[in-house]
């Protein structure tokens, strides 16, 4: 099936299904083939990702085996681009922000003379989250500039 007729069959699947999630699975597939249809794709990236789409269930399943098979479409075509989902590094530097936050809290614990009573872990991560999501900010927009994000919404 090419990205066109699953494009169609999927906005058919997702104005008749009542099921939040199932409806959250097909938004996002047609978020993925809507951001495809912009981009100047080979023919050997396009068969491979219309093969891809022959694999995904479109209708029956249920709800825990379509969000797993999206979320496996969206790892596929992402790696086949070489692109990253949208907010890929806002989640990676929040991860890290949290968790040299925690390391470093204790540190910065003792450097702003706060007492043996209080905890600088809290200090830490607060921070680690700030700065995380600041140069996470910067790379994703970085990355849109170069036309490597790839969207998953309609928005």
Do not use: C, W
Not at 88 to 108: E, R
């Amino acid at each position: 099936m090419n990205s066109q007729e699953a494009y169609t069959t999927i906005e058919d699947l997702f104005a008749q299904s009542e099921e939040k999630s199932a409806q959250k699975f097909y938004e996002q597939l047609l978020g993925v083939l809507n951001d495809l249809r912009g981009r100047d794709l080979s023919l050997e990236q396009l068969q491979s990702i219309e093969e891809a789409i022959d694999q995904l269930p479109m209708q029956g399943g249920s709800s825990k085996e379509l969000k797993r098979s999206s979320q496996q479409f969206v790892k596929f075509v992402s790696k086949t681009l070489s692109l990253i989902p949208e907010g890929h590094y806002i989640a990676l530097g929040l991860a890290f922000g949290v968790a040299l936050g925690a390391a470093f809290g204790p540190v910065l614990q003792r450097t702003a003379g706060m007492g043996l009573g209080t905890s600088g872990t809290g200090l830490g991560v607060g921070i680690g989250l700030i700065v995380g999501m600041i140069i996470g900010s910067y790379l994703d927009v970085e990355a849109a500039k170069k036309n490597r994000v790839l969207k998953t919404s309609m928005k």
